[in-house]
């Protein structure tokens, strides 16, 4: 190719190919990561492409081609997409990487197209394209199909670097992954609520007849047909149908858009090669930073120092790292959640035993209690091992986890206990707010022990949020923590059956109250001194749950 | 003779087949500047991370101001300042709420954290980021914030990996005035660093590792005269010579005769 540096591209497509086969020879880990991804993805693909495939064949004009535009201008969306929240989809080069060296930019955007056929997302739509390629190649459309699909496939890879380039300081920006985390996995935590809501507006609002009148009349691809990939269908569907003139104006308004756009890469290429940034908006200039002191509420200044400071510490350090906020904003959305589950399912009748109300609250503090108690030495993250060579006690270190841990696991029990009088009636309620204290006593307590004895490597790379960490805990630290840890709070919890029998089973409310009160007293009574074994046992095991926690070297 | 502030006697570590470190024994008297030297790889870091009680040896005691870094890590640890290889920050704390944290887990009044947060964050030249969360920082402001936090309890012995490396010059004076203040007032320094230049300098004793073992200790006059080299040669001679690098590398030097020719420059 004239103007292309081959032994360049040669070695660049070299090194693609090296990456993607140590992939697999590599951890085993990555090769069961990628054997998952396939798992998950490639039936669920496969699914679509032969649904589509079937699409294609048998249904009569003009869905055939409002199909096959849904598919491809679908396929571009992702692609432009996805680099905003779940990361680059073709990662084959890194282009940052090769700024050091010799390499023009027309060779970086040949070596990344050509990278791309090495990536799993490609694999991915191949079924995609090879549904289209069976079903429309029969039809006098065979040209456009051949000419077509490349381009479409170079579509999806340059809208998805123009996004990467052009958009790649703030999506690599700590703050926009921090937001996207906690973002995404609230949508995905209220996806069966939002369904359901958005089912019963339709139900209530929109006219059944009028709905389906509008979807056997639409025509989706008269708008998708103006979108980079839509105009490739509308020259398939005007090529199969014999107006060669109209499929191939279609065809190379797509191949124009594809030059602009092309064109577009290559200036954010080069404003990256030459060192300007690219950037919406103008740049926020440095502000001064005012020095604050540390906010603390009139509650923590009740916990006598040191304790008071390494509570503090714990709380900001839940709140900011964004996959355990999750787990505090989750704490007070899934009891709505699983209320809207209730009331939208279809089992509500309209009458509402509020007796029970003070069960759910037990049975649901087990929730933020293993949210925010387990693996609690794992979160640590580097810092473990600047705690593991300071001197304080390590008593105090579980005291300082074990009421942070208490506290944000209690905070949505007290938060719905005031708004679940309105439904329930105060004795059964008021028992089950002390259980559910006790129960999160107790189960802390197991949890604190637990993540001595079974700790296992988390997950704290905001670039790479819903990835599987490096290294894994291992069978025993698993199957302690999914099964030996409920074992043992029910255990540990068993005193609490006997309030729960007296006010649920005997209805004898006063006495279940008295003893429900005492429970509390009990589960944190547990907790604190858990601590002391759970501090005894960190003493010895240091360096070793350090080696377990420690991310993989040499990567 | 001073007392001891760092004993290591036949330390030990062994990953799977691979010796890393090799029965190593050293002492470093109180108020010492200890430079300890090795190419990479050669089990620097592994060294100091048993001798503060990150990882557990093999084999071998190890000894801090007297007490036994495994049989009573805690006051072992009362002892110790240590600036590690890995920095081992809070990434999501800012630098004075990690410095303050530090000061706190050392068992500091909240008063001294709170005075002394301030003067090393001015002294660091942090203040202006002081509120910034430190995974939003550089390379050379989380040295300095993992710095300020190490020597916040003015530590008895002090051991730091790579000090100065990623830091600008400004902080780099600024730490070596540190480093000399503490030593004056009795603090033992263990100091691991590739620039051979500044250990000259500042080190009062120098030891060599090189594949897990201990090759060479001493003063610099001591190490010249195990080497045999003349009173001018500098640590970077010795310490090639100890390794046994110094004639592998002029002979591969030697064969890099592509590097003469260049186009257009003149010999």
Redesign the interface.
């Given at each position: 190719m004239m103007g292309i540096n081959t032994a360049q591209q040669r070695t660049l497509f070299g090194l693609r190919s090296r990456l993607l086969w140590r992939q697999f020879t590599g951890e085993k880990g990555r090769i069961i990561s990628a054997l998952i991804v396939l798992l998950i993805f490639g039936p669920m693909v496969l699914g679509i492409s032969i649904a589509s495939a079937v699409g294609y064949i048998q249904l009569e004009a003009p869905w055939p081609a409002q199909i096959l535009g849904g598919v491809l201008v679908l396929l571009w969306v992702v692609w432009a997409v996805a680099p905003v929240f779940l990361g680059p989809i073709n990662v084959s080069i890194d282009v940052s990487r090769l700024l050091v060296y010799p390499v023009t930019r027309r060779d970086m955007a040949t070596a990344v197209l050509f990278g791309t056929l090495l990536d799993y997302p490609t694999f991915l739509v191949l079924p995609l394209f090879a549904a289209i390629v069976a079903s429309w190649m029969w039809s006098l459309a065979w040209p456009f199909v051949l000419l077509g699909l490349p381009i479409a496939y170079l579509h999806m890879v340059i809208i998805g670097q123009i996004v990467m380039v052009g958009a790649g300081s703030i999506l690599n920006s700590r703050r926009f992954r921090d937001l996207s985390i906690v973002v995404f996995s609230i949508l995905g935590a209220s996806c069966y609520f939002i369904s359901q809501g958005v089912t019963r507006v339709l139900e209530e609002f929109v006219d059944l007849e009028s709905a389906e009148t509008f979807l056997l009349t639409w025509r989706p691809l008269d708008q998708l047909q103006w979108l980079p990939t839509g105009s490739i269908a509308r020259a398939i569907e005007q090529g199969a149908a014999g107006n060669f003139g109209l499929a191939t104006a279609w065809l190379g308004y797509s191949l124009l858009l594809l030059v602009g756009l092309g064109y577009v890469w290559l200036v954010l290429l080069d404003r990256l090669i030459t060192g300007q940034t690219f950037s919406f908006g103008q740049a926020d200039a440095p502000k001064a930073a005012k020095p604050k002191r540390a906010r603390r509420s009139f509650k923590l200044k009740l916990l006598p120092e040191p304790l008071q400071s390494i509570v503090l510490k714990e709380i900001i350090l839940t709140w900011r790292i964004p996959q355990r906020r999750i787990g505090m904003i989750q704490a007070f959305l899934l009891p709505v959640i699983f209320s809207g589950i209730y009331l939208f399912s279809g089992e509500f009748d309209g009458e509402f035993n509020g007796r029970w109300v003070g069960l759910f609250l037990i049975g649901y503090s087990y929730i933020p209690t293993l949210g925010f108690g387990s693996n609690t030495l794992a979160w640590e993250g580097q810092g473990l091992a600047m705690l593991f060579l300071t001197p304080a006690s390590r008593r105090l270190i579980f005291q300082a986890k074990t009421v942070t841990s208490i506290l944000l696991a209690a905070l949505p029990i007290a938060f719905f206990t005031p708004l679940l009088f309105f439904i329930s009636p105060p004795l059964p309620l008021l028992t089950g707010f002390f259980l559910a204290l006790g129960f999160i006593g107790v189960g802390t307590a197991v949890v604190m022990l637990f993540s001595v004895w079974f700790p296992y490597p988390v997950n704290m790379d905001p670039k790479r949020p819903f990835a599987q960490p490096e290294r894994r805990g291992g069978f025993i630290p698993t199957l302690m923590n999914v099964i030996g840890t409920p074992l043992l709070t029910g255990l540990l919890g068993i005193p609490l059956a006997l309030p729960i029998a007296l006010v649920w089973w005997f209805e004898w409310a006063w006495p279940g109250l008295i003893l429900a009160v005492i429970c509390a007293v009990y589960g944190l009574g547990v907790a604190w001194v858990m601590c002391g074994p759970a501090a005894e046992q960190l003493l010895k095991r240091e360096p070793e749950i350090l080696d377990a926690l420690r991310a993989p070297e040499g990567d | 003779m001073k007392p001891i502030a760092i004993e290591a006697k036949g330390l030990k570590k062994q990953f799977d087949k691979k010796v890393a470190v090799h029965d190593l024994s050293l002492t470093v008297e109180q108020g010492e500047f200890f430079g300890f030297l090795g190419p990479n790889g050669a089990g620097k870091s592994t060294t100091i991370k048993m001798l503060?009680?990150?990882?557990?040896p093999s084999a071998g005691t190890a000894t801090i101001s007297g007490f036994d870094v495994w049989q009573e890590?805690?006051?072992a640890?009362?002892q110790?300042g240590?600036l590690?290889e890995?920095?081992?920050?809070?990434?999501?704390?800012n630098a004075?709420?990690f410095i303050?944290?530090?000061g706190?887990?050392?068992?500091l009044e909240?008063r001294d954290v709170d005075q002394r947060t301030?003067e090393l964050l001015a002294l660091m030249d942090l203040?202006?980021?002081?509120?910034?969360?430190i995974?939003?920082y550089s390379q050379g402001m989380r040295k300095k914030t993992a710095l300020a936090?190490a020597i916040i309890h003015a530590p008895r012995v002090l051991f730091l990996d790579e000090p100065f490396e990623g830091i600008d010059a400004i902080s780099v004076r600024a730490i070596r005035q540190v480093l000399d203040r503490l030593r004056s007032s009795g603090t033992t320094i263990f100091f691991s660093s590739h620039i051979l230049e500044v250990v000259q300098r500042l080190c009062t004793r120098i030891a060599v590792i090189n594949e897990g073992e201990l090759v060479a200790a001493g003063t610099m006059a001591e190490l010249r005269q195990k080497a045999q080299s003349d009173p001018d040669s500098t640590l970077e001679d010795l310490f090639l010579k100890a390794v046994g690098a110094e004639e592998k590398q002029n002979t591969q030097i030697g064969e890099l005769s592509w590097l003469d020719g260049l186009p257009g420059a003149s010999a």
């Open positions: - | 503060v009680g990150l990882l557990r890590p805690l006051k640890k009362a110790l240590v590690p890995g920095l081992n920050l809070y990434e999501r704390l004075r709420e303050r944290f530090a706190t887990m050392y068992g909240k301030e203040e202006d980021a002081a509120e910034k969360l995974v939003d936090a």
